[in-house]
C-alpha cells in the first residue's frame, strides 16, 4: 500500500512539473502569436486603410489559439458597436488571458496598446503598433533565453519534490 501511495505521490509530482512546463510554453507561444498579429494589423491599417473590425476579423482568421479567439471577440464586440474601444479591448484582456496566459508586464503593455488605438489616426496608430512591437521582440526575447532553463528546471523540480515527499513516507 505503501508502495502504491508512493508511485502516486512520484505521478503526481511528475504531472505538477510537466504541467507548469506547459504553462510556460504556452505563455511564450502566445507572446509569437500576438507579434503575428500586430504584424497583420498593421498591414491592414497602412495599406489596406480597413476599419477596426474588420482588420480584427482578418487577424483572427489568421492567427491561432486563443489569440485568435481574442482577435474575434474583439471584432465582434466591436462590429455590434457596445463601447468603446479601450473598455472592449481590457474587457477582451481579462476575458481571455489570465496570469497562465499572458505574463503580468505582458497584460499591462498590451491594455496600454488598446488605449491607444481606435481613436488616434492611422498615422499615431501606426507608431503605437511599432512601439508595442518593439516591446514585444524585447519580451520574447526574454521568453526565449529563460525557455531553455525552465522547461527543463520544471519536470525536474517535479521529480525532486516527489522524491522528496517519498522519501517523507519512509
Known amino acids: ?58 487577424m483572427a482568421k489568421r492567427t491561432s489559439g ?41 497584460r499591462h503593455e498590451l491594455e496600454e496598446l488598446g488605449n491607444t488605438l481606435g481613436y488616434l489616426d492611422v498615422d499615431m496608430q501606426l507608431q503605437a503598433l511599432k512601439l508595442y512591437q518593439s516591446r514585444l521582440d524585447q519580451s520574447i526575447r526574454s521568453w526565449e533565453r529563460e525557455k531553455e532553463k525552465r522547461t527543463r528546471l520544471y519536470p525536474i523540480l517535479g521529480v525532486i519534490s516527489g522524491l522528496m515527499i517519498c522519501l517523507l513516507f519512509l
Open 1 to 58: 500500500m505503501r508502495g502504491l501511495g508512493m508511485l502516486f505521490v512520484m505521478s503526481g509530482c511528475i504531472l505538477i512539473g510537466l504541467w507548469h512546463r506547459a504553462l510556460y510554453l504556452r505563455k511564450s507561444r502566445n507572446l509569437l502569436t500576438f507579434q503575428k498579429g500586430i504584424g497583420i494589423l498593421e498591414g491592414e491599417i497602412s495599406y489596406g486603410r480597413t476599419p477596426l473590425p474588420d482588420a480584427f476579423c482578418e
Open 66 to 106: 486563443r489569440v485568435s479567439v481574442f482577435f474575434d471577440e474583439v471584432s465582434g464586440k466591436l462590429e455590434s458597436g457596445t463601447g468603446e474601444f479601450s473598455e472592449i479591448w481590457s474587457g477582451a484582456i481579462e476575458k481571455m488571458f489570465r496570469e497562465r496566459e499572458l505574463g503580468t508586464e505582458d
